[in-house]
């Protein structure tokens, strides 16, 4: 218990500091056991499902945030469409305009996709989301960490990344951030003794975004949370960006000049994310034949990011992520054990 109490500060400096990097207010910060959790706990929050409703999704979005509308709103009738890309695939605003009518009553998008280096629009769609009042989920859980995320200048009302990722925070913690103004909307669906205690036989729901808390946390998971918060803030997540972007841009050009090897990325700007085929080579063999070299790459399938993947007829990529910590020497250590692979090809 007095150990308890003193993790209890300690997690309160943790939501200073992600409202610091999220240029939001403490009250708006929630932390969650991952990002699908914060992600679904705030989609059933949003209440009934009718009908002919409608969600409009960005090509990207991530499976688990797909399925949990499927799930919930699907089953009552709504639908969910996706707004079509421009050119160079990155979600077009102007047909999103398009798509707009009065039974939309969500807007989600995944800024960075699991799939690659596509940094989506996320700020010009919460414009758009803005003037015509509707709700704008973003999921940052690629984009949390390696770049600069401010929920006013995006304008949206949730906002999800884990720690895992770029922030290289503990497994099992993410960020959920609600905005303050947008947060009568939401009913989770269930609650606790924190997160709507009882007043008489009336569950009173917290006017914060610990209305999707629960009283009971990972203390020592969230504490660890808080020193990558401080190290990304400390570091500046300016410097963070242009080391990683430069680093994952080296590998991209690497990679392309071998023969046989595809740079799967779109967009016009890169994040840290780099994906890519290998001739011959299924995407899941990369990834062991690299693991066991000591390279740790991700093969990426079709259930993550579904709409996108069958768009562009793939099956399967392999996907590397830049950290700040990485050197010039392991990307040459990647590129070689590419360069090598293809040149073996006996994992057909
Ligand atoms: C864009 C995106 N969203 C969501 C997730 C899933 O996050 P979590 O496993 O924390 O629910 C991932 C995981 O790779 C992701 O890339």
Sequence with gaps: MEAGARAAVAVEAARRSASALLNATPEEIAFTGSGSAGWGMAFAALGRWHPGDRILVGRQEWGGNLATMYRIAGASGARVDVIPCEEDGSVSVRALEELIDSRVRLIALTWAPANGGLINPAEAIGQVARRHGIPYFIDAGQALGQMNVDVRALNCDVLKGAARKFLRGPRGTALLYVKQAALSRFEPPYVDV?????????AVLRDDARRFETSEMPVALLCG??????????IGIARIESRVRALAQSIRGKLAEIPGVVVRDIGSVHSALVSFTVEGIPASTVKTELGSRGINVGAIG???TPFD????????IVRASVSYLNIPDEVD????????????????
């Design 225 to 234: 949370l808080s020193n990558a918060l401080n190290e990304a803030l400390d």
């Design 333 to 348: 250590a990647l590129v070689e054990a590419v360069t090598e692979l293809t040149k073996n090809r006996s994992f057909h």
């Design 194 to 202: 924190l997160s709507a205690p009882l007043d008489g036989m009336t």
């Design 302 to 304: 079709v259930t993550y």
């Design 309 to 316: 993947m069958r768009a562009r007829d793939l099956t399967e």
